[in-house]
């Protein structure tokens, strides 16, 4: 029973991170996002596997570009136990939401959490487009 009842726990949490991500998005808050991030590291992976680190300045200005608004949305999270952390992946879409609400981007994004006293904490969180095309690419920024 501690088994599922601790992958519980730490969905209703990532799901809160994943929450807050998105909000940092929207409100293009790059402060904020290093407080939840609290260190984390943040990259963004392309589909050949190139990866690059983002600073959180860096992923607000990719996923919201000056002068647009940007709503991040989450779905088809997976959970598994990896010792005593938590390893995640689902997907998102990337929508403009200046007047007609438009999905520029969707990809998917994994991660890891890990076990700490009394709270888990965000070690990592990738990000990954399928296609880096200028029609598809994070709300048309670059990271």
């Known amino acids: 029973m501690e088994f599922h009842s601790r992958l519980a726990v730490a969905r209703h949490y990532l799901e ?9 998005v929207a409100a293009a808050d790059p402060e904020r996002m290093a407080a939840l991030l609290r260190g984390a590291r943040l990259i963004a992976e392309e589909s050949d596997g190139n990866q690059q680190e983002l600073t959180p300045q860096g992923a607000v200005g990719w996923l919201a570009p000056a002068g647009r608004t940007a709503v991040v949305t989450t779905n088809n999270l997976s959970l598994s136990h990896d010792g005593p952390n938590i390893r995640y992946t689902g997907t998102f879409q990337c929508w403009r939401s200046e007047s007609l609400p438009q999905c520029a981007a969707f990809g998917t994004f994994h991660g890891l959490l890990v076990a700490g006293p009394q709270v888990w904490r965000w070690s990592e969180h990738v990000i990954r487009f399928p296609s880096w095309e200028a ?9």
């Open 16 to 24: 809160n991170l994943l929450a807050g991500f998105s909000a940092t």
């Open 135 to 143: 029609e598809s690419t994070a709300c048309q920024g670059s990271p």
